[in-house]
């Protein structure tokens, strides 16, 4: 819970919020909706782009704002280093990171 600070102090309200892991912040953020990033989880729909190599473009369709995690994970491990570039995540100007986890604005690819 120590995490929702930063997720409610550098995010609009109404953001999209893309997290590995976020089920206990998704429960009791304020204002926010947090998009579990972790596949099975989510959705059939979801978990097929994942298979498909196409996550980033449907969380780009869904309309995510911003992913709080390790950006290391997100692009270099599997199954994320298939769906995502390190160009994709901003990170937010003055959001502390939060043990390995950043804040970071995610950017749709063309």
Not at 55 to 61: D, P, T
Not at 73 to 84: D, G
Request: proline share 5%; no cysteine.
């Amino acid at each position: 819970m120590d995490m929702l600070p930063i997720l409610e102090d550098f995010t609009e309200e109404g953001a999209l919020i893309g997290m590995t892991g976020g089920g206990s912040a998704g429960y009791f953020i304020q204002n926010r909706t947090v998009v579990n990033m972790d596949g099975l989880i989510n959705s059939y729909e979801y978990f097929q782009a994942v298979k498909a190599g196409q996550a980033s473009r449907y969380l780009a369709e869904m309309g995510l704002d911003y992913v709080f995690a390790n950006q290391y994970i997100i692009t270099v491990s599997m199954p994320y280093v298939e769906q995502f570039t390190p160009e994709q995540f901003i990170p937010v100007e003055g959001a502390p990171k939060y043990g390995q986890k950043e804040l970071m604005k995610f950017k749709a690819l063309p």
